[in-house]
């Protein structure tokens, strides 16, 4: 219930640091996700998303480890996300978003 | 993916492991907090790799797992009435209640629906004006912040008709009962990672200088687990008692100050009932006086139920970490995952439900 799912923000959307929303690449499943916890995100972070809440930042290599983890333990149904994508994380530049 | 997959690597488990057999000279009782890292101790089988000398004993950090029975009751009760639309995470659904769960009472008609996040339940209440739309907001601290800015973000838009059924609770203070009790055994903590990710680790460091008992902040991978564990021996074998952090890659000392910040607006700290151990004084969370309007049980007329146990349920033990899933008669005979007796055979992380799935071969320990 604690399990916090890594993914790749994408976008920004809003100036309420309280609504502040991300759209984020979880493996191909992307999802929107409230920012209001990590204020300073940047497009192109990988963040550690927990019931629709970035909890914190996370370094790259960290967030592919983890996901293919949560993904071997069956733990992303339980998120609503599907299994990951064999290409990983897409880059800002395949989502059309280059920095 | 281009990444090696140091976490789970068996060689560098099996070098851990080697450094936890040179390092220990006598035996050591170990608990997790977390029920997630209980999940990962039962399936990847750590507490079988470890030196006999090191014990692990499972403790309470399973949410689902300590729901209190009249909490699950009162949930089936407002889920059951009529234009009340209940939303609730995936994992409180098969948890039975007294007489039922919110399994059978969506069956039965009511209308119960799952989400992934507590601002889905608000968007439900946003698009559904003439319903009355109540989310069942359990969890620990890591959970409890996105509960509280749906509370709040419902405040801010004027929403009449959400309102949050809240049965949170905290870490420190069930292992503050578990170091007080004179039947304790447990000589060295792992912290939960992202308990600690949103809380910081200061609360950590009180109960280490007022038990004298070493805790390393650990994360969920089995890799994790095992430096946790090296760690703490490290600490025992030399005699030191401190907070160490090896999931230092999600947790700072501090841990997130605006998650924080919302935790004290929206909620304030209260007595809870914790299934299958009892009350525990200033334990949990309860909406402020501010948000009382969105509190379910005011909003929804649930009355006071009292409900019992089933009396062979030895979960208070299983859950203060006194006694082992497979102690217990009824372990995988009348209780199951499919006919639970009581709270940690309910949810996959509670600690007979994952011996049941992964350990199902094991017997009683002497």
Known sequence: MCLAVPGRLLSVEGDDPAFRLGRVDFCGVKKTVNLAFTPDAEPGEFLLVHVGFALTRIDEEEAHRTYQYLAQIGALAEEGLAPPDPNGFATLAEQGLAP | ?366
């Open chain 2, 1 to 366: 993916m281009k990444y090696v997959d140091e976490y789970r690597d068996p060689k560098i488990a099996l070098a851990v492991t080697g450094e936890i057999a040179r390092k220990v000279t006598r035996p050591w009782v170990l608990m997790e907090v977390c029920g997630g890292q209980t999940h990962t101790l039962m399936r990847y089988g750590i507490d079988e790799l470890l030196p006999p000398a090191i014990e692990m004993v499972h403790g309470p950090g399973c949410p689902v797992c300590v729901t209190p029975l009249e909490m699950v009751d009162r949930a089936i009760r407002i889920a059951s009435l009529p234009d009340v639309i209940f939303t609730s995470y995936g994992d409180m659904l098969r948890v039975p209640g007294s007489e039922s769960d919110l399994f059978q009472a969506k069956a039965n008609g009511a209308d119960v629906r799952v989400v992934y996040s507590p601002l889905d339940a608000v968007k439900i209440a946003r698009t559904n004006p003439n319903r009355q739309v109540v989310f069942f907001g359990v969890g620990f601290e890591t959970t409890a912040p996105a509960n509280g800015m749906a509370v709040w973000q419902a405040k801010r838009e004027g929403l009449r008709n959400f309102s949050m059924l809240v049965s949170h609770v905290l870490v420190p203070p069930a292992m503050r009962l578990i170091l007080s009790s004179p039947l304790n055994r447990v000589q060295g903590f792992i912290a939960p990672g992202h308990v600690c990710t949103v809380m910081g680790y200061r609360e950590y460091e009180d109960l280490v200088s007022e038990f004298h008992v070493p805790m390393v902040v650990g994360g969920f991978e089995p890799l994790d687990l095992l430096e946790s564990i090296s760690m703490l021996v490290s600490q025992l074998e030399e005699g030191r008692a401190e907070v160490e952090n090896q999931y230092v890659r999600s947790v700072n000392p501090e841990g997130n100050l605006a998650a924080q910040n919302i935790l004290r607006e929206v909620f304030e700290v209260s007595d809870r009932q914790w299934r299958g151990i009892g009350p525990i004084a200033q334990s949990g969370y309860k909406l402020r006086q501010e948000f009382a309007d969105f509190d379910a049980e005011r909003v929804f007329d649930v009355g006071d139920s009292h409900a019992e146990e089933p009396k062979e349920c030895i979960s208070a033990l299983v859950l203060q970490g006194l006694k082992k899933p497979v102690d217990c008669p009824a372990f995988g005979k009348r209780c199951t995952p499919m006919t639970p007796l009581g709270a940690p055979m309910v949810s996959a992380e509670g600690a007979c439900a994952a011996y049941y799935q992964y350990r199902r071969h094991a017997t009683a320990i002497a």
